[in-house]
Structure formats: structure tokens, C-alpha cells
């Protein structure tokens, strides 16, 4: 069912007693605790959409953007679409199994809403999986080891729909990505709140790209939540591309949960997009840990991206990475929060921390904001923030042997970001991000390349 | 009688408003080699930032002619294209950008500006083999980026051995020999000699008369506080490493 919110940043609480009985019922009460507990902090003032004087967001104020109506899916549209038909991926020669949200709801176009890959991971339908055979380690995991107290998240579990369920049982090694599509598409102003769960048992590995896409030029919002749940030993490496139109806003919340010996990757790519805000959170809770996050953005024209990080040590022994670049064009804002928190008992650990920014006009804003919040002695922790404009020197060296300024600066910046890509192990994935990256920064991709949508 | 290749005419350049060069006369015809001798602080980088046209200086007098044509109207990729070549002093790191893309953009910039067409990857790989082994350079390049961890020695060689793969009409070496061992002078030197032509000509700025032992000039400048107040023979340099710099300074 479609309904209507109006001048949601008012509404959204009389909108959430309207519809609770139906969405409940459609999500099985999964999420009906956290919902009603949601619910009444934002009624008592407990909770408030994030503006502007509160501390984590006093660069985005999201409120200001929340003025509008949207229209909300209670449940999920009959629409028999193929993701092929609908969504040409832009990452050719990439092997990868497949799955779609549509609007916040699965979309099972080959009629099933659970699959295995060969490999052995099960994938598919996060409300179907509870109904089907994985309720005890949903139970075990959904909505732990994230902070509910965070507005975005509880603004999303309040309207909780479908999301992605991937479990990589014990010891599985898959070398085969998992594609998960987020897709908006809608003719109608919607906003979108779906939940997703990624749990890898012990030993296993696996590799993970979110793409996160829009189809018509609507505006919309995309309030989303991903946990994943890494456990022992396990090796996981996630790659989300963010590429929606100018006119949307996106707001995320990533909470990585980390047990001994695990490393988890992830990579943050942000192409297009009208506000987006990031929230990644890593909760590193073990021994001999590793977590790299990096983070890629471009914007330009009014855009927005806010990345708002967290690294929290809460164990000995472990080390986390972290590389955040921006490159700001015309008019446009970036951010960057990156808290680096060691406890008192987190001795050894080894953090790293860097942010990079070029700004390519005078109009061009960068805020960056490292914090590094450390209780144990016997540390070793760096930190690095730039804000610049182009190498000037680099950019005369490379025009002194006859390379056009424009190629020249194109090569600077492509080299600037590659930095972040470097890394990324699906070859496919990597070379369609280095791809997209280059024609973003050429002026060649509005959005997306197949896309009809002009920006 | 050989062809005018650069002329320049009473030049007047400054940067941040401090006059550095106070009308510079210069003409180098094609197949000479000029040393542009002179202190610290005379000008010497300056000029040659003036030619290439380096962002920060302003000209305010006179011009600059490269076969016949306005340089100075000229953004600095086309004076590239023309076939000017600099020989940095402090050659640049660009992290993150591969020497094999840098070169590939170089060379199909200067392809396309004679109307070639661009070279096949094997075709460009053999190219580039051909004139590393002309400059005896032996760093692996593949994977490297722009003098990215190269050594002071290495950077200069990658200079000549960029200029090797430009093929330039004019090359200017600034201070190329700075901080440089025996050893790569000797290297270095060999390569620019290598590349002499009756068509090529060279400008070699440097403070000592040592680099000339091995690249022979033509003429040699002496530049002092913006102007060249001295032009002879390779015998001045000689006679400047005898005599030193305080005997120009006396003089003017």
C-alpha cells in the first residue's frame, strides 16, 4: 500500500501511528520493539532529527531537507520486473550473484526471495530468511552492536521495511561477489527505510558491492541501515557505490561489528548524490583485528556528502586503517568526521587515520574534523587532515611535456582518488570504479552511463 | 648560415612584483649550444621559467620568438608542442601517477600535434625500451610513478631520458648537473650528447663550469642581476672557474 506523509520533519510521528498496525503486520514484528522504542524517544523529545546544533551534525543539517511529503510503500508493489530490464549495472564482466531492493522491499524477480550460492552463502530476503529457517541467528544479531540511539537509526527501524539477509555460514570461502542492488524507483516523491543484515561465521570469507541507484529523477529519501556482523577469523571486504541523482537525499548508517582475528573492508564510494550522509561505524571487539575503511567522494554543483565515522578499539592487539578522500567542484560541500576511540584496555592497537580534500574553485567547502580519543597507553595512532587545491607544480611539470591542462588535471585527480581504489579485490569492481571515477571527473557520467536521466 | 631558432628581445619579467629579469637579448640559432653561466640569484631560473611559461611570472617587456612565432602568447603545452623542453631543476613527484601513463599522454600529445596517429601499446613499449637504453637508464618504469622515490640522480636521468622521448628542438637543462656524482654527470652528459643535432639546440644553465667539461658549449653567457653581461667562446667558462664570481661582480 501507498501512503502519503506530509511535511514528514513535522509529520513523521502521526505518519508512523497511522501506518504501524499495516507495516507491522507486513514485517512479521520484526522490528515492532526497536519501532515503538524509536518512536516514543523522537515523541519525548528524547530524540530529534538531526539539525545542525547537534554536534555530529553540525555540518548536515538533515532536518532542513526532511520539510517535504513523501510517499511511503507500506508493502511491497506487485511490479514483475527484471533487474536487467530495469537497472543496466555498470560494472561489466562482473560475476556476481544478484539480489534488489525495490523501494525499500525485496524484489524477488525469479520468484525467490532466498537463494545459496554455490559457494554455500545464503542470500536473499532479510523478513523471508526469519520466516524461513534463520530466526536464531537474526534474533542474534539484528539490531545489536548498533546504536539505536542514533537518530538515523532509529528513524529507520520506526519504519523498517525489508532489507538485505546474507549469511556466510562457517568456513566458507567465496570467491564469487554478492551484488546487493538498492534500488529507488518511483514516480512519486517516496522515501525508503530499509534494514539489512550481513553476518560471516568463523573462517569464512566473502565479498560484498552495494549499489545504490535511483531510476526516475524524483526527489527521494534513502534512509538506510547495514550491520555486519563479522565473526571469528572471518574476512569480509564490502564495496558500496553510491550514485542517485542530484535531487536526493541519502542518508546511511553502516555498524561493522568485529570479533577476534576478522578483518573487514570497506569502501565508500559516493559518485553522485544530492545530500548524502554516511555513518560508519566499526566495533572492533577482539584481538588481532583489522579494519580498513576508506572513502571516496566527488562532488560538485550543490551537492553534499558528509562522511561521519567512527573506529571504536575496544579490544588489545588490534589495528584499523582509514583513507577518506573528497574532490569539491563548483559550489558544492563535503565533510568529514573521523573519531578514532581507543579504550583503556586496547593496548597495541594501531590506528591509522587520513583525509584528503582538494578543492577545485574558491566557492568549493571542505570541513574536517579528526578526533582521536585515546585511554590506553601503549598505542601507536596517526592522524592527517588536508584540505588543498591542485598541485600547481605537478600540474606545470605535466603541461611543460605537452599534456593539455585539462588532460593533466584529469590525471592528477584520478591519480588522487585511485588511492582509495587501489585496494579493492574483485578486479571487475575495481576497474568499473576506476571507470566511473574517470568519467565522473571528466564530465562524461551525469549519473550513471546507461542512464536516460541528465543531472 | 643557420636558421634563427629563439630570439629573445630586451625581456623584462617579474614575479610578486620584483623585477628579476632587466632586458635579457638572447638568440640561439638551430644546432648551438648555449651555457648560461652566472651567481645565485642572477636570473637563470627565471629565464627559463619565462620561456616555458611557468604560472607566476609576468613579463613586461619586450618578447620572445620561437621560430618567428610569439612564445609568450602561448600556454605552456603549446611552447611544449613546439618543441621546447625543460630539464627541471627539482623534478616533481607525482604520486600516483604511473611514468608509463605520463609518458603515453606526453608522447600521443605530441603524435596528435603532427597529425600521427597514436602509437600501438607494443609499438610504445619497444619506443620507450629504445631510448631508455640511449640514456642508459635502468630503473623499471612499468609501475612507478612520476620520480616518485627516485633518487636525485635518477630524476635527472629521467629528465634526459624524457627529453630522449620528446625529441624537442630546443632544450633548456636547468641546473642538471646540481647534486649530482661524478658518475651521473657522466651519464647524464652522454645522454644529452647523444641527442646533439645540427637541428637541436640546448640552453645548459648551470652554476659551474664541471658540466661543461662534458657538454661543450658554443657560446657562453655570463648572467648578472637580470642581464647577460658577458658573451664568449667556451673559453669563459674557464676563465670564470678560474677567476670566480667575485670578478663579475667587481665589474659590474
Redesign the interface.
Known amino acids: 500500500m501507498k501512503k502519503k506523509v506530509e511535511k514528514f520533519e513535522k509529520g513523521f510521528l502521526t505518519f508512523f501511528n497511522d501506518i504501524k498496525n499495516e507495516l507491522q503486520q507486513t514485517t512479521h514484528h520484526l522490528y515492532d520493539d526497536v519501532a515503538n522504542e524509536a518512536a516514543s524517544a523522537f515523541e519525548t523529545g528524547k530524540l530529534q532529527l538531526p539539525h545542525k546544533k547537534m554536534e555530529d551534525y553540525k555540518y548536515s543539517d538533515l532536518k532542513k531537507h526532511l520539510k517535504s511529503d513523501f510517499v511511503f510503500y507500506t508493502a511491497p508493489e506487485k511490479a514483475k520486473v527484471y533487474p536487467k530490464d530495469l537497472f543496466v549495472c555498470d560494472v561489466p564482466d562482473l560475476d556476481a550473484e544478484t539480489v534488489m531492493l525495490i523501494n525499500g522491499w525485496f524484489h524477488d524477480y525469479d520468484g525467490k526471495k532466498l537463494k545459496t550460492t554455490d559457494e554455500g552463502i545464503v542470500y536473499g530476503s532479510l523478513l523471508y530468511a526469519y520466516e524461513n529457517g534463520y530466526k536464531e541467528i537474526i534474533d542474534a544479531y539484528l539490531n545489536k552492536h548498533l546504536n539505536t540511539g542514533s537518530p538515523l537509526v532509529a528513524l529507520n527501524n520506526m519504519f523498517a521495511q525489508d532489507g538485505f539477509f546474507v549469511y556466510v555460514p562457517d568456513n566458507v570461502v567465496a570467491q564469487t561477489p554478492i551484488q546487493l542492488i538498492n534500488l529507488v524507483s518511483a514516480l512519486e516523491e517516496v522515501f525508503v527505510s530499509p534494514h539489512s543484515l550481513i553476518v560471516a561465521g568463523k573462517n569464512s570469507q566473502a565479498k560484498f558491492l552495494l549499489c545504490e541507484h535511483s531510476i526516475f529523477p524524483k526527489y527521494f529519501l534513502n534512509n538506510s541501515v547495514m550491520q555486519i556482523i563479522a565473526l571469528e577469523n572471518s574476512h569480509i571486504e564490502y564495496v558500496r557505490l553510491q550514485n542517485a541523482h542530484n535531487e536526493s537525499y541519502q542518508f546511511t548508517s553502516t555498524y561493522i561489528h568485529q570479533t577476534d582475528n576478522s578483518s573487514v573492508k570497506t569502501n565508500t564510494i559516493t559518485l553522485h548524490g544530492g545530500v548524502v550522509r554516511n555513518n560508519i561505524v566499526a566495533s572492533i571487539d577482539g584481538k588481532g583485528c583489522y579494519n580498513e575503511m576508506y572513502g571516496l567522494f566527488l562532488v560538485d554543483k550543490g551537492q553534499h556528502v558528509d562522511n561521519w565515522t567512527l573506529i571504536d578499539h575496544k579490544q588489545a592487539e588490534s589495528s584499523s586503517k582509514e583513507l577518506f578522500k573528497g574532490i569539491i567542484d563548483d559550489y558544492a560541500t563535503g565533510a568529514f568526521a573521523g573519531k578514532i576511540l581507543v579504550r583503556k584496555d586496547s593496548q597495541h592497537t594501531d590506528a591509522e587515520q587520513t583525509n584528503k580534500n582538494i578543492l577545485l574553485t574558491s566557492d568549493a567547502k571542505m570541513y574536517t574534523k579528526p578526533q582521536l580519543e585515546i585511554y590506553a597507553d601503549d598505542v601507536v595512532c596517526s592522524h592527517g587532515a588536508t584540505v588543498g587545491q591542485m598541485?600547481?607544480?605537478?600540474l606545470?611539470?605535466?603541461?611543460?611535456?605537452?599534456?593539455?591542462?585539462k588532460?593533466?588535471r584529469l590525471?592528477?585527480l584520478?591519480?588522487?582518488a585511485?588511492?582509495v581504489i587501489k585496494d579493492i579485490s574483485v578486479e571487475p569492481v575495481k576497474n568499473a570504479v576506476i571507470n566511473l571515477v574517470e568519467k565522473r571527473l571528466s564530465g562524461d557520467l551525469t549519473r550513471c552511463d546507461k542512464c536516460e536521466i541528465k543531472c | 648560415m643557420s636558421n634563427k631558432m629563439l630570439e629573445i628581445k630586451n625581456l623584462h619579467a617579474e614575479i610578486n612584483g620584483k623585477e628579476i629579469l632587466k632586458g635579457i637579448d638572447l638568440t640561439v640559432n638551430e644546432g648551438e649550444v648555449h651555457a648560461i653561466m652566472g651567481p645565485n640569484g642572477s636570473g637563470k631560473s627565471t629565464l627559463a621559467a619565462v620561456i616555458?611559461g611557468?604560472?607566476?611570472y609576468e613579463v613586461t617587456k619586450g618578447e620572445i620568438l620561437f621560430y618567428g612565432k610569439n612564445l609568450l602568447e602561448m600556454?605552456?603545452?603549446e611552447r611544449?608542442?613546439a618543441g621546447i623542453?625543460?630539464s627541471?631543476q627539482y623534478?616533481?613527484e607525482?604520486?600516483?601517477?604511473t611514468m608509463m601513463?605520463?609518458l603515453k599522454?606526453?608522447v600521443n600529445?605530441?603524435r596528435k600535434?603532427e597529425g600521427k596517429e597514436e602509437m600501438s601499446a607494443a609499438e610504445f613499449l619497444r619506443f620507450i625500451r629504445e631510448k631508455q637504453k640511449l640514456v642508459e637508464m635502468d630503473t623499471n618504469l612499468t609501475n612507478r610513478?612520476?620520480n616518485e622515490g627516485f633518487s636525485g640522480g635518477e630524476k635527472k636521468k629521467n629528465e634526459i631520458f624524457?627529453m630522449a622521448v620528446?625529441e624537442p628542438k630546443l632544450a633548456i637543462l636547468d641546473e642538471t648537473d646540481s647534486g649530482l656524482d661524478i658518475d651521473a654527470l657522466r651519464v647524464v652528459a652522454n645522454g644529452v650528447n647523444k641527442l646533439r643535432s645540427p637541428e637541436r639546440s640546448f640552453i645548459v644553465i648551470t652554476h659551474y663550469q664541471r658540466l661543461l667539461d662534458y657538454i661543450v658549449p658554443d657560446i657562453v653567457h655570463i648572467l648578472y642581476k637580470g642581464k647577460i653581461v658577458k658573451t664568449a667562446g667556451k673559453e669563459l667558462a674557464l676563465e670564470l672557474e678560474e677567476k670566480g664570481y667575485g670578478w663579475i661582480k667587481e665589474q659590474f
Open positions: 598541485n600547481e607544480d605537478e606545470f611539470y605535466m603541461r611543460q611535456r605537452g599534456i593539455s591542462q588532460t593533466a590525471m592528477l584520478n591519480a588522487f585511485y588511492d | 616555458t611557468k604560472p607566476g600556454p605552456p603545452e611544449a608542442l623542453f625543460l627541471f623534478p616533481v607525482i604520486p600516483g601517477v601513463n605520463f599522454a606526453a600529445a605530441k600535434y610513478a612520476v624524457q620528446l
